[in-house]
């Protein structure tokens, strides 16, 4: 199964930015949604963001006009830039996508996720 990477997590400032990046570790075919989850500590994980392979998107109410989602088709490549961080921010964010893996079987997806990255706000 092909693998998520994240990166562009770390501490920050409350009132800063970040901007994380999710691509597959390997070569596949092409991806339809992606999406951003986010779990602090003793919570569960809740979805943060996701778009289409058409580019619509969707933002949980606790981010929207802070948080945006948008992807680069060509670099399989989907990013979540985080402006205006809180501490309630701080979790770890996980990459979530539905890959096609190969264009000869465009109709069998796999459900693939990121180890996650740290993203730590400080007041």
């Known amino acids: 199964q092909v693998q998520l990477v994240e990166s562009g997590g770390g501490l920050v400032q409350a009132g800063g930015s970040l901007r994380l990046s999710c691509a597959p570790s390997?070569?596949?075919?092409?991806?339809?949604?992606m999406a951003w989850y986010r779990q602090a500590p003793g919570l569960q994980r809740e979805l943060v963001a996701s778009i289409t392979s058409g580019g619509t998107t969707y933002t949980a109410d606790s981010v929207k006009g802070r948080f945006t989602i948008f992807r680069d088709n060509a670099k399989n490549t989907v990013y979540l830039q985080m402006n205006s961080l809180k501490p309630d921010d701080t979790a770890v964010y996980y990459c979530?996508?539905?890959?096609?893996?190969?264009?000869?079987?465009?109709?069998?997806?796999?459900?693939?996720w990121g180890r996650g990255t740290q993203v730590t706000v400080s007041s």
């Open positions: 390997g070569s596949i075919f092409s991806i339809n949604d």
């Open positions: 979530n996508a539905e890959i096609i893996p190969n264009g000869r079987t465009w109709w069998v997806t796999e459900i693939s």
